[in-house]
């Protein structure tokens, strides 16, 4: 009798073996490959970041201070600069990003440091700026603010809670109100260049309730030219809330005025509203608060009392 042709070949357990190994080989070449490039971009970027301290160096030897500017400095392709300088003291500070690679150089140190200056994006992104002066009420002003509405309020009153530094902004209401705006409202001129800006603030209520910021885009002239709302947000008693907007640019806007509303407009005596962490940057994606007090952040006048600008957080 004739016996058939033996079968040769893979089982499927040895062929699902060679593919986890295959896929194990593979995640340690690319994680490999992944490290190779990032110590590649941060020898490329303190390279060049040591080269251009040296021409900073030489441009103040050769003319008796620093440039005003980074033109000209070398740079290889894929690096990206920020330049601070300093005009009176006559210091730098330079920022060099390649991919997530960020490192920087001063006047008194020209050996490159991670991280970026202080004002300046991170990793190549460009950085923000919180367009709102007296932010978080530090200043303990009105300066930056108005109030719509019957006033039954204190500015920066210092709270036992904040959200943010050791004043917010506080409204008591001694008597019987009935208004919706709760305030404080604050105005942004606006960049026709950009499209978007993103508002927010953090709030705190004696009693729960809802709340939303409204936005008023207004033209040159200060006419209101479209209002925006934002979604109610219930909220709870003796709770920090942050409320958030998107406001969209149109035609002929130059500025906008955001204000905080209560969808309730009955108020009573002992009631109270504390607002904190007031920000409005560029954009469509929403940052967390910061300020010029905020690691990595500048402040771009009066300390706790004007706009401010560093790395999206």
Not at 118 to 138: C, F, R, Y
Request: with cysteine; net charge neutral; hydrophobic share 35%.
């Amino acid at each position: 009798m004739r016996l058939g042709a033996r079968q040769t070949g893979f089982t499927i357990v040895e062929l699902l073996i060679v593919i986890v190994i295959i896929g194990i080989l593979a995640v340690i070449a690319i994680g490999a490959f992944s490290r190779a490039q990032d110590q590649a971009r941060t020898a490329t970027v303190q390279s060049d970041l040591k080269a251009s301290a040296k021409q900073l160096e030489q441009a103040k030897a050769d003319s008796g201070t620093y440039p005003a500017t980074s033109a000209g400095l070398p740079a290889s392709p894929n690096t990206s600069y920020q330049y601070a300088y300093n005009a009176t003291a006559d210091t730098f500070c330079l920022t060099g990003a390649n991919g997530s690679s960020t490192y920087r150089v001063t006047s008194d140190n020209r050996t490159p440091v991670s991280g970026a200056c202080p004002g300046h994006g991170v990793g190549g992104v460009p950085p923000i700026t919180n367009l709102v002066t007296n932010p978080s009420l530090e200043a303990n002003t009105s300066a930056g603010f108005g109030n719509n509405g019957a006033v039954a309020s204190t500015y920066s009153t210092p709270s036992t809670t904040t959200a943010f530094g050791s004043r917010v902004y506080r409204r008591d209401f001694t008597g019987t109100a009935t208004l919706s705006n709760v305030g404080p409202y604050v105005q942004i001129d606006t960049d026709p260049a950009q499209t978007n800006y993103m508002a927010s603030v953090w709030i705190r209520v004696s009693k729960p309730m809802s709340y939303y910021i409204g936005a008023e885009r207004r033209n040159s002239g200060g006419t209101n030219i479209g209002t925006l709302n934002s979604s109610n947000v219930a909220l709870a008693a003796n709770t920090w809330t942050r409320l958030t907007l998107s406001v969209p640019v149109i035609a002929t806007m130059e500025s906008f005025t955001f204000v905080i509303y209560s969808t309730s407009t009955s108020w009573a005596p002992g009631d109270w509203v504390e607002v904190d962490g007031l920000m409005v940057h560029e954009g469509t994606s929403l940052s967390a608060y910061a300020d010029g007090n905020t690691s990595g952040w500048i402040w771009n006048g009066t300390t706790n009392l004007s706009t401010a600008t560093g790395p999206a957080q």
